[in-house]
């Protein structure tokens, strides 16, 4: 995969040589170029902003150097790519977005700053994406959250293909807790089951417990999940088991009360 990012403050992508995008790249897996779009300015002090026709309050990032900087990418790779603007009013991005990315040979990413964009500047896009109902001062942090999502899912990124498998995200459900050695800690202990070596009642319990997370934390999920019976059941569990703890709580703190 290759992936170019038109910014202007390419310093920012420091991290993307580090864990595991580093990796990729010293693999050729993914290769990935920031480019400082500021070079294609047309006046002597790169201006890449001005005042909107109009009036109005801020800065718009003027056409010019995003279109020359565009012109100059397809000169050098041609070929189709994916152009994505990162703008409040896009699509969410999510984990699906970040695995249909992962299928793309070329992904273009294009970081605004100032107020917004000539509206012009849409053209060249194919997506646009948005990280959530929040404003930040440019796009290359969005930028680099996507790249890192993405780049998890290009085969021979991660160095066990299952760690992607099991995510949070990947069949719909938060991910379940999970433990390593030692066995006991601070008075914590890993479930039994885990320790049993009984591959079927652990990947129940998994399965329990992931739905557990999500009916705690995430219910939303949950809500446009398709669930085949054997998981109907144990959230049916799950619910219960809840219910019955927050009552127990409450009884408790009604005792401590009188007490």
Known sequence: MKIDVLTLFPDMFAPMTQSMIGKALDKGTVEFNAVDFRQYSHDKHNHVDDTPYGGGAGM????EPLFEAMDDLNAQTPGPKRVILLDPAGRKFDH???KELAQEEHLVFICGHYEGYDERIRSLVTDEFSLGDFVLTGGELPAMMMIDAT???VPGVLG???SAATDSFENGLLNYPEYTRPA?????????????GNHQLIAKWRLKESLRRTYQRRPDLLESMDLDKDAQKLLREVKTEEHTKALEAKLAAKSSEND
Do not use: C, I
């Open 160 to 162: 066990n293909a299952e």
């Open 184 to 196: 006991t800690y601070r008075g914590m202990d890993v479930p039994a089951v885990l320790q049993s």
């Open 151 to 153: 780049v998890r899912f």
């Open 60 to 63: 718009l990032l003027k056409p």
């Open 96 to 98: 699906v977005a970040a």
